[in-house]
Protein backbone atom coordinates (compact mmCIF):
# COMPACT_ATOMS: atom_id res chain seq x y z
CA UNK A 1 0.00 0.00 0.00
CA UNK A 2 2.79 2.20 0.90
CA UNK A 3 4.37 1.68 -2.27
CA UNK A 4 1.28 2.29 -4.10
CA UNK A 5 0.58 5.92 -2.10
CA UNK A 6 4.67 6.51 -3.37
CA UNK A 7 3.95 5.64 -7.00
CA UNK A 8 0.92 7.66 -7.18
CA UNK A 9 2.59 10.97 -5.58
CA UNK A 10 5.28 10.18 -7.87
CA UNK A 11 2.99 10.71 -10.60
CA UNK A 12 1.47 14.12 -9.39
CA UNK A 13 4.18 15.71 -7.39
CA UNK A 14 7.83 16.60 -8.21
CA UNK A 15 10.60 16.94 -5.75
CA UNK A 16 11.87 19.75 -4.43
CA UNK A 17 15.31 20.78 -3.71
CA UNK A 18 17.05 23.77 -2.78
CA UNK A 19 20.87 24.52 -4.61
CA UNK A 20 23.19 26.64 -2.41
CA UNK A 21 25.96 28.99 -4.43
CA UNK A 22 28.15 26.70 -6.24
CA UNK A 23 31.22 26.65 -8.77
CA UNK A 24 31.58 24.95 -12.03
CA UNK A 25 35.35 24.96 -13.26
CA UNK A 26 37.08 23.52 -16.43
CA UNK A 27 39.49 20.63 -16.26
CA UNK A 28 42.46 23.62 -16.39
CA UNK A 29 41.05 25.41 -13.71
CA UNK A 30 40.40 22.81 -11.88
CA UNK A 31 44.22 21.58 -12.03
CA UNK A 32 45.70 25.29 -11.52
CA UNK A 33 43.52 25.22 -8.15
CA UNK A 34 44.25 21.75 -6.57
CA UNK A 35 47.08 20.41 -9.03
CA UNK A 36 44.30 18.02 -9.95
CA UNK A 37 41.12 17.01 -11.55
CA UNK A 38 37.85 17.47 -9.40
CA UNK A 39 37.38 14.10 -6.72
CA UNK A 40 33.73 13.49 -5.70
CA UNK A 41 32.91 13.49 -2.72
CA UNK A 42 29.19 12.40 -3.01
CA UNK A 43 26.67 12.24 -5.66
CA UNK A 44 23.75 14.34 -6.42
CA UNK A 45 20.42 14.12 -7.62
CA UNK A 46 21.30 14.21 -11.17
CA UNK A 47 23.11 11.18 -12.46
CA UNK A 48 26.84 11.66 -13.13
CA UNK A 49 26.34 15.63 -11.40
CA UNK A 50 28.94 15.22 -7.55
CA UNK A 51 29.77 17.47 -5.12
CA UNK A 52 33.45 17.71 -5.30
CA UNK A 53 36.10 17.28 -2.65
CA UNK A 54 37.59 20.87 -3.29
CA UNK A 55 36.58 24.20 -2.52
CA UNK A 56 36.88 27.80 -3.25
CA UNK A 57 36.88 31.38 -1.73
CA UNK A 58 34.67 33.81 -3.91
CA UNK A 59 35.35 37.12 -4.19
CA UNK A 60 33.78 39.92 -5.79
CA UNK A 61 33.79 43.66 -5.06
CA UNK A 62 32.06 44.07 -2.12
CA UNK A 63 32.17 40.92 -0.14
CA UNK A 64 33.34 37.28 -0.73
CA UNK A 65 32.03 33.50 0.41
CA UNK A 66 34.73 30.77 1.72
CA UNK A 67 34.59 27.41 1.51
CA UNK A 68 32.00 27.39 -1.68
CA UNK A 69 30.97 24.26 -3.12
CA UNK A 70 32.17 23.00 -6.41
CA UNK A 71 30.50 20.90 -8.58
CA UNK A 72 31.59 17.65 -10.87
CA UNK A 73 32.24 16.91 -13.51
CA UNK A 74 34.51 19.35 -15.06
CA UNK A 75 32.49 21.63 -17.07
CA UNK A 76 33.57 23.49 -21.12
CA UNK A 77 33.12 26.69 -19.32
CA UNK A 78 33.40 28.00 -15.34
CA UNK A 79 30.03 29.20 -14.19
CA UNK A 80 29.49 30.63 -10.36
CA UNK A 81 25.62 29.97 -9.02
CA UNK A 82 24.93 32.35 -6.55
CA UNK A 83 21.73 33.70 -5.32
CA UNK A 84 20.22 37.39 -5.11
CA UNK A 85 21.13 37.72 -2.01
CA UNK A 86 24.57 36.18 -2.46
CA UNK A 87 25.01 38.45 -5.55
CA UNK A 88 24.38 41.43 -2.93
CA UNK A 89 26.94 40.74 -1.07
CA UNK A 90 29.69 40.21 -3.22
CA UNK A 91 28.74 43.31 -4.66
CA UNK A 92 27.63 41.60 -8.34
CA UNK A 93 24.65 42.54 -10.33
CA UNK A 94 24.55 39.04 -11.40
CA UNK A 95 21.94 38.13 -14.51
CA UNK A 96 18.79 35.72 -14.01
CA UNK A 97 19.93 32.74 -16.91
CA UNK A 98 19.74 28.89 -17.46
CA UNK A 99 22.68 27.42 -16.10
CA UNK A 100 25.61 27.40 -19.32
CA UNK A 101 24.30 31.02 -20.52
CA UNK A 102 26.94 33.33 -18.76
CA UNK A 103 27.29 35.59 -21.79
CA UNK A 104 27.84 39.02 -20.49
CA UNK A 105 27.48 38.29 -17.02
CA UNK A 106 30.17 39.67 -14.20
CA UNK A 107 33.04 37.50 -13.10
CA UNK A 108 34.73 37.04 -9.91
CA UNK A 109 37.64 35.91 -8.40
CA UNK A 110 38.57 32.07 -7.23
CA UNK A 111 40.99 31.16 -4.63
CA UNK A 112 42.38 28.04 -3.47
CA UNK A 113 45.03 27.23 -0.93
CA UNK A 114 47.15 26.69 -4.07
CA UNK A 115 45.94 29.28 -6.48
CA UNK A 116 44.22 31.86 -7.66
CA UNK A 117 42.03 32.49 -11.46
CA UNK A 118 40.10 35.69 -12.14
CA UNK A 119 36.87 34.57 -14.42
CA UNK A 120 35.89 37.70 -16.88
CA UNK A 121 32.41 36.61 -16.81
CA UNK A 122 30.38 33.62 -15.23
CA UNK A 123 28.69 34.52 -12.35
CA UNK A 124 25.09 34.20 -12.79
CA UNK A 125 21.53 33.64 -10.32
CA UNK A 126 20.02 30.46 -11.66
CA UNK A 127 16.40 30.61 -12.90
CA UNK A 128 14.56 28.24 -11.64
CA UNK A 129 14.10 25.02 -13.52
CA UNK A 130 12.55 21.50 -13.45
CA UNK A 131 14.76 18.89 -14.89
CA UNK A 132 12.87 16.25 -15.88
CA UNK A 133 13.04 12.58 -17.43
CA UNK A 134 11.62 12.01 -21.00
CA UNK A 135 8.89 9.65 -19.26
CA UNK A 136 7.81 11.87 -17.09
CA UNK A 137 7.73 15.13 -19.49
CA UNK A 138 5.18 12.89 -21.14
CA UNK A 139 3.12 12.35 -18.26
CA UNK A 140 3.18 15.90 -17.35
CA UNK A 141 2.42 16.58 -20.72
CA UNK A 142 5.62 19.02 -20.34
CA UNK A 143 8.13 19.36 -23.03
CA UNK A 144 11.77 20.47 -22.89
CA UNK A 145 12.03 24.34 -22.60
CA UNK A 146 8.30 24.66 -21.41
CA UNK A 147 7.86 27.25 -19.29
CA UNK A 148 4.75 26.67 -16.24
CA UNK A 149 4.02 27.66 -13.36
CA UNK A 150 5.02 25.28 -9.75
CA UNK A 151 2.94 25.20 -6.77
CA UNK A 152 4.76 24.33 -3.82
CA UNK A 153 3.36 22.21 -0.58
CA UNK A 154 5.36 23.87 1.65
CA UNK A 155 5.35 25.88 5.06
CA UNK A 156 5.29 28.39 3.09
CA UNK A 157 3.02 28.24 0.10
CA UNK A 158 3.43 29.57 -3.14
CA UNK A 159 3.27 29.35 -6.93
CA UNK A 160 6.13 30.08 -8.91
CA UNK A 161 6.04 31.40 -12.09
CA UNK A 162 8.22 31.24 -14.70
CA UNK A 163 9.46 27.88 -14.56
CA UNK A 164 11.74 26.12 -16.95
CA UNK A 165 11.47 22.34 -17.82
CA UNK A 166 14.37 21.36 -19.08
CA UNK A 167 13.79 17.53 -20.46
CA UNK A 168 16.84 14.83 -21.33
CA UNK A 169 17.23 11.39 -20.34
CA UNK A 170 20.20 11.94 -18.53
CA UNK A 171 17.91 14.01 -16.21
CA UNK A 172 16.29 12.82 -12.67
CA UNK A 173 13.05 14.59 -12.06
CA UNK A 174 13.97 17.37 -9.78
CA UNK A 175 12.53 20.96 -9.39
CA UNK A 176 16.04 22.92 -8.55
CA UNK A 177 15.81 25.87 -6.24
CA UNK A 178 18.10 28.67 -4.91
CA UNK A 179 17.60 29.14 -1.19
CA UNK A 180 16.25 32.58 -1.71
CA UNK A 181 13.37 30.60 -3.43
CA UNK A 182 13.55 27.69 -1.21
CA UNK A 183 13.76 30.04 2.10
CA UNK A 184 10.24 32.62 0.53
CA UNK A 185 8.28 29.10 0.40
CA UNK A 186 9.39 27.63 3.66
CA UNK A 187 11.02 24.51 1.90
CA UNK A 188 11.76 21.23 3.81
CA UNK A 189 14.03 18.52 2.10
CA UNK A 190 11.05 15.77 0.87
CA UNK A 191 8.81 18.81 0.15
CA UNK A 192 7.19 18.68 -3.27
CA UNK A 193 5.48 20.73 -5.93
CA UNK A 194 2.98 20.62 -8.49
CA UNK A 195 2.89 21.54 -12.31
CA UNK A 196 0.92 23.89 -13.60
CA UNK A 197 0.53 24.52 -17.19
CA UNK B 1 -3.75 61.14 -17.86
CA UNK B 2 -0.59 60.38 -16.10
CA UNK B 3 -2.73 60.92 -12.60
CA UNK B 4 -5.83 58.70 -13.99
CA UNK B 5 -3.87 55.73 -14.31
CA UNK B 6 -2.44 56.17 -11.25
CA UNK B 7 -5.80 55.84 -9.44
CA UNK B 8 -6.70 52.85 -11.08
CA UNK B 9 -3.62 51.33 -10.80
CA UNK B 10 -3.93 51.85 -7.01
CA UNK B 11 -7.66 50.60 -7.51
CA UNK B 12 -6.41 47.02 -9.35
CA UNK B 13 -2.58 46.83 -7.65
CA UNK B 14 -0.64 46.78 -4.20
CA UNK B 15 2.72 48.19 -3.89
CA UNK B 16 5.21 45.69 -2.56
CA UNK B 17 8.10 46.32 -0.33
CA UNK B 18 10.92 45.01 1.38
CA UNK B 19 11.65 45.05 4.57
CA UNK B 20 15.26 43.53 6.23
CA UNK B 21 16.16 42.39 9.32
CA UNK B 22 15.33 44.60 12.24
CA UNK B 23 14.76 45.22 16.06
CA UNK B 24 12.17 46.77 17.97
CA UNK B 25 13.08 47.52 21.27
CA UNK B 26 10.95 48.62 24.55
CA UNK B 27 11.75 52.33 25.85
CA UNK B 28 13.44 50.64 28.70
CA UNK B 29 15.68 48.76 26.66
CA UNK B 30 16.45 51.66 24.52
CA UNK B 31 17.39 53.63 27.53
CA UNK B 32 19.99 50.93 28.52
CA UNK B 33 21.44 49.93 25.24
CA UNK B 34 21.82 53.60 23.87
CA UNK B 35 21.41 56.09 27.07
CA UNK B 36 18.05 57.77 25.97
CA UNK B 37 15.08 56.68 23.33
CA UNK B 38 15.07 56.13 19.67
CA UNK B 39 15.47 58.82 17.56
CA UNK B 40 14.02 58.74 14.17
CA UNK B 41 16.72 58.74 11.37
CA UNK B 42 13.61 58.78 8.39
CA UNK B 43 10.24 57.69 8.28
CA UNK B 44 8.91 54.33 7.04
CA UNK B 45 5.98 53.68 5.06
CA UNK B 46 3.34 53.03 8.13
CA UNK B 47 2.51 55.91 9.50
CA UNK B 48 4.49 57.06 12.60
CA UNK B 49 6.68 54.08 12.19
CA UNK B 50 10.44 55.35 11.54
CA UNK B 51 13.96 54.27 10.92
CA UNK B 52 16.08 54.86 14.11
CA UNK B 53 19.33 56.73 13.98
CA UNK B 54 20.33 53.62 16.68
CA UNK B 55 21.81 50.20 15.15
CA UNK B 56 22.58 47.42 17.13
CA UNK B 57 24.43 43.89 16.69
CA UNK B 58 21.99 40.53 16.69
CA UNK B 59 23.91 37.68 18.33
CA UNK B 60 22.60 34.26 17.60
CA UNK B 61 24.65 30.81 18.84
CA UNK B 62 26.16 30.29 15.57
CA UNK B 63 26.68 33.87 14.30
CA UNK B 64 25.93 37.40 14.43
CA UNK B 65 24.83 40.35 12.06
CA UNK B 66 26.29 44.40 12.31
CA UNK B 67 24.69 47.55 12.31
CA UNK B 68 21.00 46.03 12.37
CA UNK B 69 18.14 48.09 11.49
CA UNK B 70 16.05 49.85 14.88
CA UNK B 71 12.49 50.67 13.82
CA UNK B 72 10.83 52.98 16.33
CA UNK B 73 8.65 53.64 18.46
CA UNK B 74 9.35 51.46 20.95
CA UNK B 75 6.79 48.70 21.40
CA UNK B 76 6.04 46.89 24.76
CA UNK B 77 8.25 43.82 23.70
CA UNK B 78 11.29 43.47 22.19
CA UNK B 79 11.09 41.60 18.79
CA UNK B 80 13.86 40.72 16.23
CA UNK B 81 12.27 40.12 13.02
CA UNK B 82 14.64 38.24 9.99
CA UNK B 83 14.50 36.18 7.28
CA UNK B 84 14.92 32.52 7.37
CA UNK B 85 18.24 32.87 5.93
CA UNK B 86 19.58 35.33 8.49
CA UNK B 87 17.90 32.96 11.11
CA UNK B 88 20.23 29.79 9.92
CA UNK B 89 23.51 32.30 9.69
CA UNK B 90 22.49 33.00 13.22
CA UNK B 91 21.90 29.25 14.53
CA UNK B 92 18.64 29.69 15.66
CA UNK B 93 15.02 27.99 14.57
CA UNK B 94 13.21 30.89 14.85
CA UNK B 95 9.23 30.72 14.22
CA UNK B 96 7.39 31.70 11.65
CA UNK B 97 5.16 34.56 13.09
CA UNK B 98 2.82 37.67 12.81
CA UNK B 99 4.77 40.40 14.25
CA UNK B 100 3.77 41.06 17.66
CA UNK B 101 3.34 36.87 18.20
CA UNK B 102 6.50 35.62 19.88
CA UNK B 103 5.76 33.61 22.34
CA UNK B 104 7.94 30.29 22.68
CA UNK B 105 10.13 32.00 20.33
CA UNK B 106 14.03 32.01 20.64
CA UNK B 107 16.03 34.88 21.82
CA UNK B 108 19.32 36.49 20.85
CA UNK B 109 21.78 38.98 22.23
CA UNK B 110 21.70 42.35 21.03
CA UNK B 111 24.71 44.48 21.66
CA UNK B 112 25.25 48.68 21.12
CA UNK B 113 28.65 50.98 21.80
CA UNK B 114 27.29 51.52 25.53
CA UNK B 115 25.64 47.64 26.40
CA UNK B 116 24.28 44.48 25.64
CA UNK B 117 21.14 43.03 26.90
CA UNK B 118 19.99 39.14 26.16
CA UNK B 119 16.55 38.52 24.96
CA UNK B 120 15.10 34.88 25.92
CA UNK B 121 12.37 35.14 23.25
CA UNK B 122 11.59 37.40 19.98
CA UNK B 123 13.37 36.55 16.94
CA UNK B 124 10.70 35.47 14.94
CA UNK B 125 10.48 35.25 10.86
CA UNK B 126 7.01 37.70 9.91
CA UNK B 127 4.95 36.00 8.05
CA UNK B 128 4.29 37.81 5.27
CA UNK B 129 1.36 40.45 5.30
CA UNK B 130 -0.21 43.01 3.69
CA UNK B 131 -1.06 46.40 5.24
CA UNK B 132 -4.21 47.89 4.21
CA UNK B 133 -6.43 50.98 5.00
CA UNK B 134 -10.14 49.78 6.10
CA UNK B 135 -11.00 51.83 2.74
CA UNK B 136 -8.50 49.95 -0.03
CA UNK B 137 -10.22 46.81 2.47
CA UNK B 138 -13.75 47.61 1.06
CA UNK B 139 -12.22 47.97 -2.10
CA UNK B 140 -10.20 45.12 -2.79
CA UNK B 141 -13.45 42.82 -1.06
CA UNK B 142 -10.98 41.47 1.86
CA UNK B 143 -11.58 42.05 5.94
CA UNK B 144 -8.90 42.15 8.59
CA UNK B 145 -6.79 38.42 9.15
CA UNK B 146 -8.18 37.09 5.99
CA UNK B 147 -5.20 35.23 4.14
CA UNK B 148 -5.18 35.75 0.64
CA UNK B 149 -3.06 34.77 -2.44
CA UNK B 150 -0.60 37.79 -3.47
CA UNK B 151 0.63 37.62 -7.15
CA UNK B 152 3.88 39.75 -8.01
CA UNK B 153 4.32 41.52 -10.98
CA UNK B 154 7.92 41.23 -10.91
CA UNK B 155 11.46 40.04 -12.60
CA UNK B 156 10.78 36.55 -11.31
CA UNK B 157 6.52 36.55 -11.42
CA UNK B 158 5.17 34.00 -8.36
CA UNK B 159 1.84 34.01 -6.59
CA UNK B 160 2.04 34.30 -2.89
CA UNK B 161 -0.09 31.68 -0.87
CA UNK B 162 -0.71 32.30 3.20
CA UNK B 163 -0.25 36.17 2.95
CA UNK B 164 -2.21 37.63 5.89
CA UNK B 165 -4.39 40.96 5.68
CA UNK B 166 -3.92 42.97 8.38
CA UNK B 167 -6.57 46.29 8.54
CA UNK B 168 -6.03 49.03 10.45
CA UNK B 169 -6.81 53.14 9.88
CA UNK B 170 -3.39 53.13 11.18
CA UNK B 171 -2.10 51.67 8.36
CA UNK B 172 -0.92 52.35 4.33
CA UNK B 173 -1.51 50.13 1.98
CA UNK B 174 1.57 47.92 1.26
CA UNK B 175 2.54 44.59 1.10
CA UNK B 176 5.72 43.60 3.09
CA UNK B 177 7.88 41.01 2.04
CA UNK B 178 11.33 39.56 4.08
CA UNK B 179 13.96 39.39 1.66
CA UNK B 180 14.05 35.67 1.08
CA UNK B 181 10.70 36.38 -0.60
CA UNK B 182 11.64 39.52 -2.24
CA UNK B 183 14.57 38.26 -3.87
CA UNK B 184 12.63 35.28 -4.90
CA UNK B 185 10.04 36.98 -6.88
CA UNK B 186 12.92 39.63 -8.37
CA UNK B 187 11.30 42.66 -6.38
CA UNK B 188 12.99 45.81 -7.08
CA UNK B 189 11.32 48.85 -5.76
CA UNK B 190 7.77 50.36 -7.06
CA UNK B 191 7.01 46.60 -8.02
CA UNK B 192 3.43 45.90 -8.00
CA UNK B 193 1.58 42.71 -6.58
CA UNK B 194 -2.34 41.77 -6.88
CA UNK B 195 -4.66 39.98 -4.81
CA UNK B 196 -6.50 36.87 -5.05
CA UNK B 197 -9.48 35.82 -3.14
Keep these: MDELVTQVIRRLFVPLEASGRHVHLTKAQAQSLFGHELTPKRPLSQPG ?26 REEAQVEVSMTDARALGLDAPLRLSGNV ?8 VSPLGRICLTSGVIV ?33 IFGD ?6 PAFETYVHLDYDEANACGFRPGDLGRILT
Excluded: C, W
Design 103 to 110: ADSPGATL
Design 163 to 168: TVVRVS
Design 126 to 158: AKRHIHMTPEDAVRFGVRDKQVVRLQTYTKRPL
Design 49 to 74: QYLANERVTVIGPKGEFQNVAVLGPE
